[in-house]
């Protein structure tokens, strides 16, 4: 009976507030960058520095393409050429069109890192209207030479296309 009596005590005891309680979270120190941290900031702050990067990124990743790209290329005369043949062609083709990709790349990235960052700094604001611009100053300077027209049409396509990536990836939230 005394058994029945210790299992009914341990049923009915009610848990104390401080059983009950959820654990706080410990609260962290702030760290503070280091000198290193704040030279490498300020270096990745000049707009000169950002848009050489972005330019030979784009150049890379141009060149990657126009390799794959031009991998893809058939030749015309494909059946009345041998394999040592179409080898030769198909570097050719991937050689000038990784170098023409790889160059179109590297001024848009250089263009439109450039103009973002100095319209970023001129507003002191980093908002959606920057990638407008700098996505306009991009498409209208990649056709140029296309005439008025079509530095008119690249600027638009190019700056709405800029605004739906921005838009994609949310990066001005």
Not at 36 to 42: G, H, N, P, T, Y
Not at 45 to 54: F, G, L
Not at 167 to 173: A, G, N, T
Request: glycine fraction near 10%; charged fraction near 15%.
């Amino acid at each position: 009976m005394a058994s029945s009596n210790s299992d009914n005590d341990s049923r009915s005891k009610v848990p104390s507030s401080s059983e009950t309680e959820q654990p706080q979270p410990q609260v962290q120190a702030i760290r503070m960058p280091s000198m290193e941290e704040i030279r490498a900031q300020e270096v990745w702050n000049n707009c000169a520095v950002r848009s050489v990067v972005s330019g030979v990124m784009g150049g890379g990743l141009g060149f990657f393409m126009g390799m794959f790209l031009g991998a893809l290329d058939n030749p015309l005369m494909q059946d009345g050429m041998t394999g040592r043949q179409q080898f030769i062609y198909t570097a050719k083709q991937m050689g000038g069109r990784s170098w023409s990709s790889a160059k179109a790349f590297a001024v848009m990235g250089l263009v439109f890192s450039a103009v973002e960052c100095v319209v970023e700094k001129a507003r002191a604001k980093h908002d959606t209207t920057n990638t407008v611009v700098a996505g306009c100053v991009t498409g209208g300077t990649m056709s140029a030479r296309g005439g008025p027209k079509a530095a008119c049409a690249g600027c638009a396509g190019f700056a709405a296309f800029s605004v739906l990536i921005e838009k994609f990836l949310d990066r001005h939230s």
